[in-house]
T-cell receptor, first 112, second 115 residues
Framework: NAGVTQTPKFQVLKTGQSMTLQCAQD?????MSWYRQDPGMGLRLIHY???????DQGEVPNGYNVSRSTTEDFPLRLLSAAPSQTSVYFC???????????FGSGTRLTVV | AQKVTQAQTEISVVEKEDVTLDCVYE???????LFWYKQPPSGELVFLIR??????QNEISGRYSWNFQKSTSSFNFTITASQVVDSAVYFC????????????FGQGTELSVKP
């Protein structure tokens, strides 16, 4: 049981490049979310999903895309990276949000 | 809309002091859930406690205790006899009710416990 697995752990992108942050969970959780963490801003919700085929926007969705074709995977796509997207990204999953989330170890992204 | 406020950005204490981390929330829902997470310097997020809106009993777990008061919309976290290993960023979070799958976090409080 690996929990929530995020890849890569570190990434440097050039402005304008696109990339996908991968997130997978093996706990058969319906709920999955992506957060970004910036100093002094806490954890801000980017996108979330309540089940395969269902996604919705969080607080800061602009510049990011998600899809949920399977229960296990919830990739986050950066369409055209900008320096403002430099952050630590966390993926999380839960059987139900009322139980809170289990978090992955994070991806540190730098956009230059 | 739901909102969580942690007004204390940083707290510094000396080992063995007691410290309370404040959390104030806003919601129009009658059913909701509150959480505390710990993020040590290694960066992972660790679940500490969950409390639902119908359970106002205080919770104690070792040196940790939580005080939930609906009348003041607060869910404060106290560490008794703090230790250096308690140094971390602590987050309060809110979910449930009309917000669907969202778990909303406060800004976090960075606790530094000095020997």
């Amino acid at each position: 049981n690996a929990g929530v697995t995020q890849t890569p752990k570190f990434q440097v992108l050039k402005t304008g490049q696109s990339m996908t942050l991968q997130c997978a969970q093996d706990m058969n959780h319906e709920y999955m979310s992506w957060y970004r963490q910036d100093p002094g801003m806490g954890l801000r919700l980017i996108h979330y999903s309540v089940g395969a085929g269902i996604t919705d926007q969080g607080e800061v969705p602009n510049g990011y895309n998600v899809s949920r074709s399977t229960t296990e995977d919830f990739p986050l796509r950066l369409l055209s990276a900008a320096p403002s997207q430099t952050s630590v990204y966390f993926c999380a999953s839960s059987l139900d949000v009322i139980y809170g989330y289990t978090f992955g170890s994070g991806t540190r992204l730098t956009v230059v | 809309a739901q909102k969580v406020t942690q007004a204390q950005t940083e707290i510094s204490v000396v080992e063995k002091e007691d410290v309370t981390l404040d959390c104030v929330y806003e919601t129009r829902d009658t059913t909701y859930y509150l959480f505390w997470y710990k993020q040590p310097p290694s960066g992972e997020l660790v679940f500490l406690i969950r409390r639902n809106s119908f359970d106002e009993q205080n919770e104690i777990s070792g040196r940790y205790s939580w005080n939930f008061q609906k009348s003041t919309s607060s869910f404060n976290f106290t560490i008794t006899a703090s230790q250096v290993v308690d140094s971390a960023v602590y987050f309060c979070a809110l979910s449930g009710g009309s917000q669907g799958g969202k778990l909303i976090f406060g800004q976090g409080t960075e606790l530094s416990v000095k020997p």
